[in-house]
């Protein structure tokens, strides 16, 4: 089961959450890293997610945030966005965003 989410609550939601992992892919190859997401004007920043993190969004932008739910049953949280690269951090602005729940 999936909610849609749309892209100006993300924000808002993410209080809902705690960490997440940050996915990208480059040549076919891809990373997940734990992160935690700040909100800011445009989107998301990444802290300091990693070099190889960091050299795959500058190479491919499309990213994907999921943030697993706190409790069991619940939701996770998926962000798709594009990334982009600001010194060693990632900003994320969402493109998409869905609450999925596993059908059991």
């Known amino acids: 089961m999936s909610v849609l989410v749309d892209v100006a609550d993300v924000p808002a939601r993410l209080a809902e959450f705690d960490r997440g992992y940050l996915l990208t892919s480059r040549d076919g ?7 935690r997401a700040v909100p800011e004007d445009e989107g998301l920043r990444i802290t300091t997610p990693g070099r190889g993190s960091v050299a795959n969004v500058g190479a491919n932008p499309n990213v994907t945030l999921v943030f697993p739910p706190l409790e069991d ?22 493109t998409g965003a869905v609450l999925h729940k596993p059908v059991a």
């Open 73 to 94: 049953p619940g939701m996770s949280l998926l962000v798709d966005g594009t990334g982009t690269v600001d010194g060693e951090d990632v900003l994320v602005a969402p």
């Open 29 to 35: 190859l891809v990373k997940a890293v734990s992160v």
